[in-house]
Nanobody
Framework: VQLQASGGGLVQAGDSLRLSCAAS????????MGWFRQAPGKEREFVTA????????SIADSVKGRFTISRDNAKNTVYLQMNSLKPEDTAVYYC?????????????????WGQGTLVTVSS
């Protein structure tokens, strides 16, 4: 499956941004989808994930209460709504897909990756 992430940009602290990740696969609904991020000089870290039908989500403590993941299987797209952005949220954000729900939490196990979209939050 090919993933195309978009929606990144330069925003100020406190602003909101919505990322999108469009999948090419017609069986998109069979994949667990996730978002990771990688700041300069740091390892890629898990941000959030959603199961195949949107009924179950998981989110990192660092973004809990500010970020929300959702998916639209009719559009083969997963979204990341980011509110109350902070400078420490600055990173390249990647979407990922895997058929195995538990693999989505480990960047070394995810089968498919988007190209990344840069989010820069200024103070």
């Amino acid at each position: 499956v090919q993933l195309q992430a978009s929606g990144g940009g330069l925003v100020q602290a406190g602003d909101s941004l919505r990322l999108s990740c469009a999948a090419s696969e017609r069986t998109f609904s069979s994949y667990t989808m996730g978002w990771f991020r990688q700041a300069p000089g740091k390892e890629r870290e898990f941000v959030t994930a959603v199961n195949w039908n949107g009924g179950s989500t998981s989110i990192a403590d660092s973004v809990k209460g500010r970020f929300t993941i959702s998916r639209d299987n009719a559009k083969n797209t997963v979204y990341l709504q980011m509110n109350s952005l902070k400078p420490e949220d600055t990173a390249v954000y990647y979407c990922a897909a895997d058929r195995n729900y538990w693999n989505i939490f480990d960047p070394t196990k995810c089968d498919y990756w988007g190209q990344g979209t840069l989010v820069t939050v200024s103070s």
